[in-house]
């Protein structure tokens, strides 16, 4: 069984490239001006690489999130996927979380999966990027049709938060 991995990279590495098991990479460069993005998502106050990243901040609970259903991520259906990215914290109240969330259709919202990643427990400075993962094994019962969501959310943060350069890549399960 493969694994899915997001994967984010800094100004001074490599961009962010699709490779073998590559699902989903976003800088965000592209983002900008697509899917009437809300003021305040998409911000170029901060960038791991080019101009642009996602942000939360206690305006903004949740980030510009992506969303597609399962097959259409995930031909093969996988089930073991990584995800990473680069993560910013502008001070000690930068608490916000890295979700990946499945439910069940775009009309139905009951979860089969749900994960987080806590932003201030795994990046400890502020102000520099640090590389994140969070390794997601969807269940059994995840089916083709469920719909995958991530995005970076708030959680009662009282200071802004940064993702950027994120890839999702399909993992042999361990």
Known sequence: MA?????????????????????????????A??????????????AHSGRWSVQTNPGIPFSYTYVRQLDRLDPKLTRAYELRGWALRASTGSTA???????RSRTDTAKVFY????IGKVVK???????VTL?????ATAAATNEVK????????????YVDDLQLTAVAAN
């Open 3 to 31: 694994s899915l991995s997001l994967m984010v990279s800094c100004k001074s590495e490599v961009p962010v490239t699709t490779g073998e098991g590559s699902l989903l990479a976003n800088d965000f460069e592209a983002s």
């Open 125 to 131: 400075s502020f102000n520099k990027w640090q590389a």
């Open 115 to 118: 994960r987080t990643l806590d």
């Open 150 to 161: 991530i995005y970076l959310w708030n959680d009662q943060a009282t200071a802004p938060t």
């Open 33 to 46: 001006g697509w899917n009437d993005v809300q003021e305040g998502l998409l911000t170029t106050d901060k």
């Open 97 to 103: 979380r890295l979700v990946v969330q499945v439910t």
């Open 135 to 139: 390794p997601v094994t969807l269940p």
